[in-house]
T-cell receptor, first 110, second 114 residues
């Protein structure tokens, strides 16, 4: 069964304290792995798509990496405006469905 | 920029009412999706559509139906609203492709059923 697990559920960081969020997945043939940011009361906002093991993508303070079983979202020197819930999703080759994790709620304290 | 719009940001309905949620995308995407999002449960797929007039059930289709008469528009219908359908409803769209194609989300509709 295709599934996605994110950890930790919640993370509190001091401003400038770098850390990583984890997304472990089980899927029968990965078509793509997606990271989203979601602010309270809003729809998820697309961050990155990764397709194959070894791939990396960067945007400002965020860097996403992918292995055959998991993906990491590295946050370097976070700022309070990085506070949000970060969602991971995978799409398998079988079907059009996306499978989402339950997210990591990140709080960055000034 | 891809834009996905949803007809309402907030809705309050009574138990038993028929509820229509509309979603429109402007990027000629083949795929459209309806999710609900509840605390601790994440996003759960209700229905998706990969073409006009085509639909497939997701993980939690009970109590819902959908309509896709035009490529850009995907409607979610609650035939007889119940309190356990109080939730945040999110619409998304994506291109179809062998390589995974990003889903783009609308702003969400927060539905309260009294």
């Amino acid at each position: 069964e295709d599934q996605v697990t994110q950890s930790p559920e919640a993370l509190r960081l001091q401003e400038g304290e770098s850390s990583s969020l984890n997304c472990s997945y089980t899927v029968s043939g990965l078509r793509g792995l997606f990271w989203y940011r979601q602010d309270p009361g809003k729809g998820p906002e697309f961050l990155f798509t990764l397709y194959s093991a070894g791939e990396e993508k960067e945007k400002e303070r965020l860097k996403a990496t992918l292995t055959k079983k998991e993906s990491f979202l590295h946050i370097t020197a976070p700022k309070p405006e990085d506070s949000a819930t970060y969602l991971c999703a995978v799409q398998a080759y079988t079907g059009n469905q996306f499978y989402f994790g339950t997210g990591t709620s990140l709080t960055v304290i000034p | 920029d891809v834009k996905v719009t949803q007809s309402s940001r907030y809705l309050v309905k009574r138990t038993g009412e028929k509820v229509f949620l509309e979603c429109v995308q402007d990027m000629d995407h083949e795929n459209m999706f309806w999710y609900r999002q509840d605390p601790g449960l994440g996003l759960r797929l209700i229905y998706f559509s990969y073409d006009v007039k085509m639909k497939e059930k997701g993980d939690i289709p009970e109590g819902y139906s959908v309509s896709r008469e035009k490529k850009e528009r995907f409607s979610l219908i609650l035939e007889s609203a119940s309190t356990n359908q109080t939730s945040m409803y999110l619409c998304a769209s994506s291109l179809y492709g062998q390589e995974g194609k990003t889903q783009y989300f609308g702003p969400g509709t927060r539905l309260l059923v009294l």
